[in-house]
């Protein structure tokens, strides 16, 4: 069957990193948008990060832009979050996140596209 599984995620302070990776298994790895979304306590889950199937092209929430990085490798089915320069305020659940099948363009990112979800990973940020 289909299965994200996150790990990486942890206890940190601020202005620190920390990488996420997400292994993918029971489909078509290379064929899928990819992406991260997190949920905040209290707020509702919103898009971080995606990646298209060839991985030649990205999109950020503005949030992330110029601090986070996704990617993905092919071979290891595995797709990635770097996070660097973290706040307090990106303290939240974070989930890895299957979109759309063979999807080119920007709408392959909106977040309906994606309706594979794992089980999440807790990201704290200590200030």
């Known amino acids: 069957q289909v299965q994200l599984v996150e790990s990486g995620g942890g206890l940190v302070q601020a202005g620190d990193s920390l990488r996420l990776s997400c292994a993918a298994s029971?489909?078509?790895?290379?064929?899928?948008?990819m992406g991260w979304f997190r949920q905040a306590p209290g707020k509702e889950r919103e898009f971080v990060a995606g990646?298209?199937?060839?991985?030649?092209?990205?999109k950020y929430a503005d949030s992330a832009k110029g601090r986070f990085t996704i990617s993905r490798d092919l071979a290891e089915k595995t797709v990635s979050l770097q996070m660097t320069s973290l706040k307090s305020e990106d303290t939240a659940m974070y989930y890895c996140?299957?979109?759309?099948?063979?999807?080119?363009?920007?709408?392959?990112?909106?977040?309906?596209?994606?309706?594979?979800w794992g089980q999440g990973t807790q990201v704290t940020v200590s200030s």
């Open positions: 996140a299957r979109g759309a099948p063979n999807c080119s363009g920007n709408g392959c990112f909106d977040s309906t596209m994606f309706q594979t």
């Open positions: 029971g489909f078509i790895f290379s064929v899928y948008t």
């Open positions: 990646i298209l199937r060839t991985g030649d092209s990205t």
